[in-house]
């Protein structure tokens, strides 16, 4: 399988800051999206984003394809960013995803 | 939001049940999964499907089985549990086409 490797695996944020998640993956992909993990256990997608750039209000992410990474912006952070936020990736003709271990994010009032 | 159910949400059971854990999607979705997460962890994927009478295994070693009757309805089972089934089990679903996968809430499985 893919290895996929995310960073760093734990963050503590002040409400307000700005913070990059990483995701490094170690073979070509044609799907990219990354989730976030709420408390409870539920997932939520964020992004499909298998290269470029996408913004989605105070999130946004980027994928470089040909170097095998993407980062994930969280800007002006608030406490129900908290939780875990998952990289995922999918290889050409594989039909499999494979996850990242995860970067648990808690935001502090 | 998606629309993906699984009940149970959690389940208390004893060692050597047999257990059945239901995903159902309204959203007419070809494809699709079932992952396994210990808390704080990645997800494994232990099946998935493409359509109806198909399913495969994922890369991780699993005792359970599943079936897709259905198109909407991708049950899990367990034919005898043991303590070391004890996990949450997410289901997802995608269409074919559209990469984006839905998950639902999980049930969280503690086996005694």
Redesign the interface.
Known sequence: GIQVEQSPPDLILQEGANSTLRCNFSDSVNNLQWFHQNPWGQLINLFYIPSGTKQNGRLSATTVATERYSLLYISSSQTTDSGVYFCAVERYNFNKFYFGSGTKLNVKP | EADIYQTPRYLVIGTGKKITLECSQTMGHD?M?W?QQDP??????IH?S?GVNSTEK??LSSESTVSRIRTEHFPLTLESARPSHTS?Y?C?SSELGQ?????G??T?LLVL
Do not use: I, S
């Not at chain 2, 704080?40 to 994927?45: N, Q, S």
């Open positions: 494809k999964y992952y704080g962890m990645e997800l494994h994927l998935y493409y994922g890369d949450q997410l997802a990469e984006t996968q839905y998950f809430p999980g969280r």
